[in-house]
């Protein structure tokens, strides 16, 4: 198909999916209201305004029991923080860095964890700088700038 | 490599980028439209499924992706959702998920994929939608999502009545409602968490779940990360779908996973365990140049070889005449310096340019070197080149020299100059002959003498030559070591050499005491020079690295010959014993790694575009069992469900509960992540080996889960009872606003006891 034919084919596939303006699907009042500017924010800054909203919860709950004898302290239930799966009790088997193979030797220059003389021969010590990090990175052992 | 053509071809997997679809998303003819008739929706982060609930299957599955495409030529932006986003390649490669991460982030997408879901779906609306809707959420979700959710559910859309629910629970009770199995757990792989939820008389005790932070999209991109850093050279980039579909197709859950990789990189387990992955390519053929083209080349080729050969000889004449005369000049003098006192020696010298007496010495040293090896060049190029006639010619040409300057022309004190160079390169001519024939004669001395003993005593010769061999093999492993030492600005060798110039550098002489000391310039007993390594010392390797080479390669061609007469002659020594053995593809972790149970050609173009997958195969699954891997400080999901059987719901390590026993026998695998293969039976293996023998286990996992969690929730609306009490009404949101919750057996609840 040319690129012009393709060009309109695409045109008329998102033509068939334009929905009228406004949208017969959504609350005619909703509409009228002014459009909504959402702030779109990062996954990271939403966890960190959850945990906000927990602690503030938790705090005034405190100190409306100092006050109050018969109010209730609220105790977290089930939040997003306290289903995470805790640190493993295990110790942390060694592999390679670089095959995935056991590891039991660590580079003293970098860190690397490999297998055998001959991954440090040929890998581990000609590594160019930066390749250490970003082999270290997978297993979140590397360095993080702040 | 004779042996390694007896191998079968390995089989190779070629992986290809996602073709494109061909039909755009289906617009779904509901009939007769009824508004009481329930939809429901599965916004997974991979996949959004929606469709009516009295379906046994969604009506719509499509990729919870967004394209805004700006079409310059009719200034328009257009909006490709689901399956339209893959009809073109520029639009797919533009298209984004509204997801961070397991969290939404971007609502304005989503308004947008629910308006189309609902479009598609046929549905007929009024001033928003009017049926009823079920929808997932995540384990624990947080609070701003859930606010979001209603708002655009309850505010955008309009809908009257709206039940949440969590898609693994959905999935739990699609696949056990119909057993009486009331206790159980649930292991949700999905594609950006892995939660595992215990299930007590049908109801979750959400207050003991866990949640790991790896999913499915966390293993493509390790995988992703972990072949790149495999082949960094590799020539061209793969797709994120091209690493999906490996870790989909080509990875597995290892059984007993330690064990595995114990005996993975073997010869003979590679050999079914490796899987080689070939990328498509367009293979580039050399034009081929015409016969007459390439004759006329070569000709070009041979007249500037010559013309540059010549010239070359021109200029290293003239220097071998400026050697030849210096030599002669410094031999004399040497012979005059004999026997001298040190004062006068060193005065004469260092009017001549000279540091020392050793600085002399190196000097010489390497002018008589320069100059055989001229002069032997020399001599090989004459033969090469003329026949002994044109020497007898050239006798008779010298008729000048002999005259001095004074009673010839100026025209011939230029030709008497000119005969004198022309003589000189004979004499050394000359010598260089006499000089090779002598090493002719000695070396054919040698061989005869070599040959006699070997035919005397051909075990004491095997022994000599043996000897040597180890000898010259270990010098050889000295020098590579050394010069890699030497690469490295902290080795000990570069320090001592370090040293060593900065001791040089020094200015301050040396205190009285060692000055009467012997020294290298008075001591009666130094031999250096004597032996021919001694001046190995002068050729530096960090400055002078072609030499080091060029001995190294020198010191090859000797081993490869005493390996030759070894292999002619010792029985006992064979093809793989030899140097070029000693490296062996299948010894070498690294190359099994690499390049499979294969020798690699890397000339070929095909295994240019190739990779291996073995290690990788069982690493990337490995990481739900062992987050650490992957950089995670969490438990595995082996561990943690150890820890719920044999510590929570009433059980001791020593003594099980009943409710641990029943759940055990009851474990659940959802989630499209749990699709990799053998991850139930691994799931086996470590409940077994957590348990008390003999405890009965069932790990159970639907033939496609990743439509459970939606099945799910169309059975659960076909139970009136159960999804009355799910829905929250568009008035008890107004009336009890965002903050609300409505708990169910299958859904979230409250976040504070």
């Known amino acids: 198909?040319?690129?012009?034919?393709?060009?309109?084919?695409?045109?008329?596939?998102?033509?068939?999916?334009?929905?009228?303006?406004?949208?017969?699907?959504?609350?005619?009042?909703?509409?009228?209201?002014?459009?909504v500017n959402r702030r779109n924010k990062a996954a990271r800054q939403l966890i960190s305004d959850e945990q906000k909203r927990i602690n503030g919860l938790l705090e005034a709950s405190v100190s409306e029991e100092n006050t109050q004898e018969t109010c209730k302290r609220l105790v977290p239930k089930v939040t997003y923080f306290n289903i995470n799966a805790p640190p493993s009790m295990k110790p942390p088997k060694k592999y390679c860095d670089i095959t995935g193979l056991n590891g039991p030797y660590t580079s003293p220059t970098n860190n690397i964890r490999y297998h055998n003389s001959e991954i440090y021969q040929l890998i581990v010590k000609p590594m160019a700088p930066g390749t250490d990090q970003e082999y270290l990175k997978l297993r979140g052992a590397n360095f993080v700038l702040k | 490599m004779s042996r390694d053509s007896s191998l079968p071809l390995l089989k190779i997997y070629t992986v290809e980028d996602l073709p494109l679809n061909t039909d755009p998303e289906p617009f779904i003819d509901v009939g007769e439209y009824d508004i009481n008739r329930?939809?429901?929706?599965?916004?997974?982060?991979?996949?959004?499924?929606?469709?009516?609930?009295?379906?046994?299957?969604?009506?719509?599955?499509?990729?919870?992706?967004?394209?805004?495409?700006?079409?310059?030529?009719?200034?328009?932006?257009?909006?490709?959702?689901?399956?339209?986003?893959?009809?073109?390649?520029?639009?797919?490669?533009?298209?984004?998920?509204?997801?961070?991460?397991?969290?939404?982030?971007?609502?304005?997408?989503?308004?947008?994929?629910?308006?189309?879901?609902?479009?598609?779906?046929?549905?007929k609306p009024n001033n928003g939608v009017q049926n009823p809707l079920i929808i997932n959420e995540r384990l624990a979700c947080l609070q701003s999502q859930r606010q979001n959710w209603y708002q655009i559910l309850f505010e955008t859309f309009n809908l009257p009545k709206v039940a949440f629910g969590i898609d693994s629970l959905f999935s739990f009770y699609y696949n056990t409602q119909a057993s009486n199995k009331s206790n159980g757990v649930v292991i949700n792989c999905s594609h950006e968490e892995t939660d595992i939820i215990p299930i007590v008389e049908s109801q979750p005790i959400l207050g003991e779940c866990k949640r790991i932070n790896w999913g499915g999209r966390h293993s493509v991109e390790f995988l992703s990360d972990i072949l790149t850093l495999k082949y960094p050279y590799f020539p061209s980039k793969l797709s994120s779908f091209q690493y999906e579909y490996m870790y989909h197709n080509f990875c597995y859950t290892s059984s007993n996973y330690s064990k595995e990789l114990e005996n993975l990189l073997s010869l003979d387990v590679l050999e079914d365990k490796n899987i080689v992955i070939e990328v498509p390519f367009t293979e580039i053929l050399q034009p081929k140049k015409?016969?007459?083209?390439?004759?006329?080349?070569?000709?070009?080729?041979?007249?500037?070889?010559k013309r540059l050969q010549e010239q070359a000889k021109q200029r290293r004449m003239e220097r071998l005449v400026q050697k030849t005369e210096e030599y002669e000049y410094f031999?004399?003098?040497?012979?005059?310096?004999?026997?001298?006192?040190?004062?006068?020696?060193?005065s004469v010298l260092q009017n001549a340019g000279f540091d020392d007496e050793a600085d002399f010495k190196k000097y010489m040293y390497n002018l008589e070197k320069s100059l055989k090896r001229a002069q032997l060049l020399e001599a090989d190029e004459h033969d090469d080149n003329n026949n002994d006639g044109d020497d007898d010619n050239n006798q008779n040409k010298f008729d000048l020299i002999d005259i001095p300057d004074s009673e010839l022309t100026e025209d011939q004190i230029k030709e008497k100059r000119k005969q004198r160079f022309l003589k000189a390169s004979y004499d050394a001519r000359q010598k260089a002959k006499e000089e090779k024939a002598r090493i002719a004669k000695l070396e054919e001395e040698a061989r005869i003498k070599d040959q006699e003993w070997r035919e005397t005593n051909l075990n004491s010769w095997i022994k000599d030559k043996r000897n040597k061999l180890n000898a010259l093999i270990k010098k050889r492993k000295d020098k590579l070591k050394l010069r890699d030492e030497m690469k490295d600005r902290k080795s000990q060798v570069a320090q001592k050499r370090m040293q060593n110039l900065a001791n040089l550098a020094e200015d301050s002489p040396r205190s009285k005491r060692n000055r009467h000391q012997a020294s290298i310039d008075n001591d009666p007993n130094d031999t250096f020079g004597a032996n021919d390594e001694d001046w190995d010392v002068y050729?530096?390797?960090?400055?002078?690295?072609?030499?080091?080479?060029?001995?190294?390669?020198?010191?090859?061609?000797?081993?490869?010959?005493?390996?030759?007469?070894?292999?002619?002659?010792?029985?006992?020594?064979?093809?793989?014993?030899?140097?070029?053995?000693?490296?062996?593809?299948?010894n070498s972790v690294y190359h099994l790694f690499l390049r499979g149970p294969r020798p690699h050609d890397s000339e070929d173009p095909h295994q240019q575009h190739q990779m291996h997958l073995?290690?990788?195969?069982?690493?990337?699954?490995?990481i739900l069992f062992e987050p650490t891997i992957g950089g995670q400080d969490q438990a595995g999901i082996a561990e943690l469900c150890e820890t719920m059987v044999t510590k929570k719901f009433g059980s001791k390590p020593s003594q099980l509960s009943e409710t641990a026993l029943q759940m055990c026998k009851n474990v659940w695998l959802t989630g499209g992540n749990s699709q990799i293969p053998n991850l139930r039976q691994r799931i086996v293996n470590e409940f077994t080996s957590f348990l008390p023998s003999g405890t009965p286990i069932g790990v159970y996992i639907s033939k496609n889960p990743s439509l459970d969690s939606w099945r799910g929730m169309s059975k659960f609306a076909q139970d009136e009872k159960l999804l009355n009490e799910a829905m929250i009404t568009r008035k008890e949101y107004e009336e009890y606003g965002p903050d609300y919750i409505k708990e169910h057996k299958l859904g979230n609840c409250k976040y504070f006891e």
């Open chain 2, 539 to 586: 050729n530096d390797i960090t400055q002078n690295p072609e030499a080091f080479d060029e001995l190294l390669e020198e010191e090859y061609k000797e081993i490869v010959e005493l390996e030759g007469k070894l292999l002619e002659y010792d029985p006992n020594f064979t093809e793989e014993d030899t140097l070029d053995a000693q490296y062996d593809w299948r």
């Open chain 1, 1 to 35: 198909m040319s690129s012009e034919a393709r060009l309109e084919y695409l045109r008329s596939i998102a033509t068939a999916n334009v929905i009228d303006s406004p949208s017969p699907y959504k609350s005619q009042k909703h509409q009228i209201k002014k459009k």
């Open chain 2, 38 to 123: 329930p939809i429901a929706i599965d916004f997974g982060s991979y996949n959004v499924r929606a469709g009516y609930t009295d379906l046994s299957d969604p009506n719509l599955v499509f990729p919870t992706r967004l394209t805004r495409h700006r079409d310059r030529k009719v200034a328009k932006t257009f909006t490709f959702i689901g399956n339209n986003t893959r009809l073109d390649q520029t639009v797919r490669s533009q298209s984004k998920t509204p997801f961070d991460g397991s969290i939404i982030t971007n609502w304005d997408y989503v308004e947008d994929i629910m308006e189309y879901t609902f479009h598609h779906l046929g549905v």
């Open chain 2, 290 to 305: 015409s016969e007459e083209e390439l004759k006329r080349q070569a000709e070009k080729r041979k007249e500037t070889g």
């Open chain 2, 331 to 346: 031999s004399h003098v040497r012979e005059q310096l004999i026997g001298q006192p040190k004062k006068t020696v060193l």
């Open chain 2, 614 to 622: 073995n290690v990788e195969r069982i690493r990337v699954p490995e």
